[in-house]
């Protein structure tokens, strides 16, 4: 069974311009995340999907990130003018459902962008 | 809120032998997820091990194990028979189990060199 899929997996950019990373989850995961590794840092939680129902997006700079799901299967973050502070790699993972006890998140491989 | 801290930039260990990367945690909660996770160069973040903080023995997979105290809030991760293929960074990661809390909490990580 194939894992999370992500693409590109690198993007240069100069800074001013948009740029916009898409993933498609686990066949079957309802729920998405989107995360954002800073270099030298751990992931930190941007944006969660239940479905198609952004439930926590708490973290997501509103003013320049914009995410979607649409029929809650793949997913396509936007950033839109990037920074250079944007640099980072971005990560997509998926998992089954709330329901489950566990609910494993498993990862993509990310997105590196560097923002020039 | 909760927060994750892994006190070791970088560990080395010799082939074969065994080293522990440490990690403690800050929460206020008495119900949770701890985990390890392993990111080789491939930037795919790939779930080492889990611990449940309700269960009092310590979990194993195979040459991973973990050493939890809950009271202290420390989870350390202990790596036997060390193998070049482990070399890579490791995270620390929470996760409530509240109701409708998914996200990880990941710690700066510990970059891990295996030596042959």
């Known amino acids: 069974e194939a894992g999370v899929v992500q693409s590109p997996r690198y993007k240069i950019i100069e800074k001013k311009q948009p740029v916009a990373f898409w993933c498609n989850p686990i066949s079957g995961h309802n729920t998405l995340y989107w995360y954002r590794q800073n270099l030298g840092q751990g992931p930190e939680l941007l944006i969660r999907y239940e479905n198609e129902e952004a439930v926590d997006d708490s973290q997501l700079p509103k003013d320049r990130f914009s995410a979607e799901r649409l029929k809650g299967v793949d997913s396509t973050l936007k950033i839109q003018p990037a920074e250079l502070g944007d640099s980072a790699v971005y990560l997509c993972a998926s998992s089954l459902d709330l329901t489950s006890s566990y609910n494993e998140q498993f990862f993509g491989p990310g997105t590196r962008l560097t923002v020039l | 809120a909760q927060t994750v801290t892994q006190s070791q930039p970088e560990m080395s260990v010799q082939e074969a032998e065994t080293v522990t990367l440490s990690c403690t945690y800050d929460?206020?909660?008495?119900?949770?997820?701890l985990f390890w996770y392993k990111q080789p160069p491939s930037r795919q973040m790939i779930l080492v091990i889990r611990?449940?903080?309700?269960?009092?023995q310590n979990a194993t997979e195979n040459r991973f194990s973990v050493n939890f105290q809950k009271a202290a809030k420390s989870f350390s991760l202990k790596i036997s028979d060390s193998q070049l293929g482990d070399a890579a960074m490791y995270f620390c990661a929470y996760r409530s189990r509240q109701g409708g809390s998914e996200k990880l909490v990941f710690g700066k990580g510990t970059k891990l060199t295996v030596n042959p």
């Open positions: 611990q449940e903080a309700y269960k009092q």
């Open positions: 929460t206020s909660e008495s119900d949770y997820y």
